[in-house]
């Protein structure tokens, strides 16, 4: 289920949240899904269990998940047009160190303005 560089410079509990994000923005995990256990994912992988729980707390804090005592960790049902601005959000925010808001959107219009001139052809 997971692809995770053991050896890389990224946390491996990041790259876990990181993967799970993904799968639940591409509709692979859908609301009330149950997540593998932590012991379940820890043994898979050759991790420690606190990693696995360090991110589905992380992931619980941000309200992407849910744990039900005794029974496992769930995916949330989502809001899609807030976890799509979401999305946008950090995608966009490292881009704000280095662009201003005006060659952002620039940008931006120049992407859509493509798009409409490859539709009229």
């Known amino acids: 289920m997971f692809l995770l560089n053991l050896q890389g410079k990224?946390?491996?509990?990041?790259?876990?949240?990181?993967q799970i994000l993904q799968f639940i923005e591409a509709g692979l995990l859908q609301g009330d899904s149950k997540l593998p256990s932590v012991r379940q994912l820890a043994e898979e992988y050759g991790i420690n269990?606190?990693?696995v729980a360090k991110a589905y707390q992380s992931l619980e804090k941000d309200g992407?998940?849910?744990?039900?005592p005794k029974k496992g960790v769930y995916v949330a049902k989502l809001?899609?047009?807030?976890?799509?601005?979401?999305?946008?959000?950090?995608?966009?925010?490292p881009l704000k160190e280095t662009y201003t808001r005006q060659e952002l959107e620039k940008a931006i219009s120049f992407i859509y303005e493509e798009d409409n001139d490859v539709?009229?052809?």
């Open 10 to 18: 990224e946390p491996i509990y990041e790259q876990i949240k990181t």
């Open 49 to 51: 269990p606190n990693t």
């Open 64 to 68: 992407y998940v849910y744990n039900l």
């Open 79 to 93: 809001d899609t047009d807030s976890s799509r601005q979401e999305q946008l959000k950090r995608y966009l925010l």
């Open 119 to 121: 539709s009229s052809k």
